[in-house]
Every structure is written in structure tokens, then in C-alpha cells.
């Protein structure tokens, strides 16, 4: 079994390469790449719908480290989150409900601040 399954987030001229754990939601979503979303912004956070649904892991949280990809179960949709969000605690990532932990972006996420509403974003293998 590979240790990771690698994959590339990509919007307008940007590409950033990452990889999705071995979780089950990190499953599904691997299952059915590529997708196509329209993103939306909460903050310095982007988050978009997948056409998967899962329930909560047991290891489900509410503040991750920028870059975490997290899939945001009552949204059917991935968030990254890559600062702070209107509910935040200093300068934590804190999501709006606790999130399943699915992968990690491996590059900068300064072009994250780039990504605008509506914006059309892929998720693909690599």
C-alpha cells in the first residue's frame, strides 16, 4: 500500500500539489477524482461541494493547521482552511463545525489568499 495518495488543487493559473490520508471520507472523495467546484471564502478559508457524503471520524476537530484539507460534513463539502475565519481565537484555523481530517497540502498555501467567491477549483490525482 503507497503511504500517500497525492493530488493537485488547482484554480486559475495555480496549481498546488497535497495528498489525502487514508481515512474513509479521504476514500470517498479519492473514489471519485477529478471534481469540479465553485468555491466560496469564509474568511481565510475556501471551502466547495463534492459529490460525496460521510459522517464524523473519531478524530473530527474544529481548528487545524493552515493547509489541513478537511472535509465539512453538513456542507457535503472539502475546506481548507489557510487562516483565520470570523470565529477564530487569535490566529487559530478554526472551522465552523468540527471536520473530518482528510489530507494536507504539501506547497505554500500563499496562493490561497488569491482564491476568490466563485471561483471554479479541480481536484485531481497527480
Known amino acids: 500500500m503507497q503511504d500517500k495518495r497525492e493530488i493537485f488543487v488547482c484554480w486559475g ?7 489525502l490520508n487514508f481515512s474513509p471520507t479521504a476514500d470517498k472523495l479519492w473514489e471519485i ?27 473530527a ?34 472551522l465552523i463545525t468540527n471536520v473530518n481530517i482528510i489530507g494536507n497540502l504539501s506547497d505554500s498555501i500563499d496562493p490561497l489568499f488569491s482564491v476568490r467567491e466563485n471561483t471554479e477549483i479541480e481536484i485531481r490525482k497527480l
Open 61 to 94: 476537530t474544529d481548528v487545524v493547521p493552515p493547509g489541513t484539507i478537511c472535509f465539512w460534513v453538513e456542507g457535503n463539502s472539502v475546506a481548507i482552511p489557510f487562516g483565520r475565519t470570523p470565529i477564530s481565537i487569535e490566529n487559530e484555523c478554526r
Open 33 to 59: 477524482l477529478p471534481t469540479k467546484s465553485t468555491v466560496h471564502r469564509w474568511g481565510d478559508e475556501i471551502y466547495f461541494k463534492v459529490p460525496i457524503k460521510s459522517t464524523l471520524e473519531k478524530d
Open 13 to 19: 493559473n495555480y496549481t498546488l500539489k497535497g495528498y
